[in-house]
């Protein structure tokens, strides 16, 4: 069985994420404490067996303690905290995160460190169309990707340090990218799908279609329950990426548009013919 | 437990809803017989216990026997089929069909018949993303619906035959809607969700993303493995009414892509609040 070093671990932000990150851990032996702003939510995750200890203000003692800290909160606050409260992280420490956007959080949030702490960036590719620390399961991480973000600044040790970290959690298949590949990957595959799925549901006043709707119309829209404070964020994180791949997406929609006005049937089956046979490799 | 009325019944066309329609009324005691132009099928149909009859070619003795048909093939093909051979079909006979438009095949097709033939539209909105007798299975039906598109020359005897069908083939409801409706109801809920998936499917070059791929993008490709030349000929046969809802779609996202432009959180959240509460409605 793998073990991680760091054994006392931190958990800043208890949601879906952060108490999915915390039920592995706790289960997998690890001391596991927690600091989220929502006394209540403590007080589930203590109920619940999710955590050893936890605070809903920012707990020096505790934070002096940890060996590894992961953050659980939106990128923005995410930013906010390290700014104000990093000196208080031990010498030694390593963190992580769960942010779904890493170009304008990794550099940022490295810079601000103080030496002896090193922020190593990851993102769980998992989630659940409900939130909070009442719907966390560490099962949605079981066929899911684990992606790690390292930058120049970051040590071979810290990286496989954050590997070890998404295979121990149980997810698939734990990746390595650049804060900006990554990003280009999130836009096009993420975020982009979920632009389209809110597009979808929100261009016409569907209720009434309930009774007809299919497995099409259900599969496409799945996604269109969303956390809007946490995904408009990501969307303006992401700006030049995402608009870009909605871009690319939109003028290959009006391509089909107009195939389809011009009567242009040959040109619609080379496109389904192109859609079959790359949809196919996803299947493999 | 429900008995259909017209128990000798031909099948035009074994494809995979032919076939799965033979496979279920055989299973249920109807006799069943079935006229499609590859031998390959018919035999692999009588292997397989699927009909009790069967012939690639147009035989006058099984058409005249038939006291049912149900026509399996493509809207262009069943029109022609129509207007060479229901000449042969007995007097007091009901047709129905399969397909998936119904403004532009229904009143031809009735204006066609000779009289003491009536046909009764239906679209079994069922489906899977392989086709042909092989993948033929009357399990897609279980969770789906089956729609009757009666005209003001349908009597409601024949509506409560197909109504009837519908119900023994194993649907989950069975609805009545106007052609003109349904073609509206299936342009957006399936043939929109298609043109989406094909496009969002050929956009972007993404073999070298499949390893990142997440559910949400599975789900939005699922159906992007199309049936090429039945998928372009649905889509040519409703075009206005797709058209339509394309540009519904399109502009809708056009809004949400401007709003990211501009930083207008306030904006995306409402829409994604939107998206939510709609969504939600087709979860109950």
């Known amino acids: 069985m793998e073990w ?4 006392n ?20 032996g690890y001391h596991v404490m927690a600091i989220d702003n929502n006394q209540e939510t403590i007080d589930y995750a203590l109920k619940n067996n999710l955590i050893d200890r ?13 060996d590894a800290v992961i953050f659980g909160l939106y990128p923005t606050t995410f930013k906010e905290w390290i700014k104000e409260h990093q000196h208080l992280i031990k010498d030694g420490a390593l963190i992580t995160d769960v942010t779904g956007i890493k170009s304008c959080i990794v550099y940022d949030v490295q810079k601000m ?21 009442q719907n966390s399961d ?13 930058t120049e600044k970051n040590t071979p040790e810290a990286v496989d340090w954050c590997k070890s970290l998404g295979r121990i ?31 979808l549901m929100t261009c016409n006043e569907s209720e009434h279609l309930a009774d007809y709707t299919g497995d099409s119309f259900r599969d496409l829209t799945r996604i269109a329950r969303i956390n809007e404070n946490m995904w408009s964020e990501l969307f303006v994180l992401n700006k030049e990426v ?13 391509v089909i548009r107009d195939m389809l006005s011009n009567n242009d049937i ?19």
């Open 9 to 28: 671990i931190l958990i800043v932000g208890l949601g879906l994420m952060g108490g999915s990150y915390a039920h592995a851990l706790k289960r997998l």
């Open 54 to 66: 936890g605070y809903s203000y920012v707990n020096e003692d505790c934070i002096k303690n940890a």
């Open 266 to 284: 040959e040109g619609l089956k080379s496109k389904m013919r192109l859609s079959t046979k790359r949809r196919a490799y996803f299947d493999k």
């Open 169 to 199: 959690l149980g997810f698939r298949k734990i990746s390595v990218l650049s804060p900006e590949k990554h990003d280009e990957m999130i836009g096009f595959l993420s975020q982009l799908t979920h632009c389209i799925a809110v597009s």
């Open 138 to 150: 560490d099962r949605i991480f079981r066929d899911a990707n684990f992606i790690v973000t390292p």
């Open 113 to 133: 460190l103080k030496p002896g702490v090193e922020f190593i960036a990851s993102h769980p590719m998992a989630g659940r169309e409900v939130y909070g620390v």
């Open 242 to 254: 995402l608009l870009e791949q909605m871009d690319k997406f939109a003028d290959e929609f009006k």
């Open 4 to 7: 991680i070093s760091k054994s």
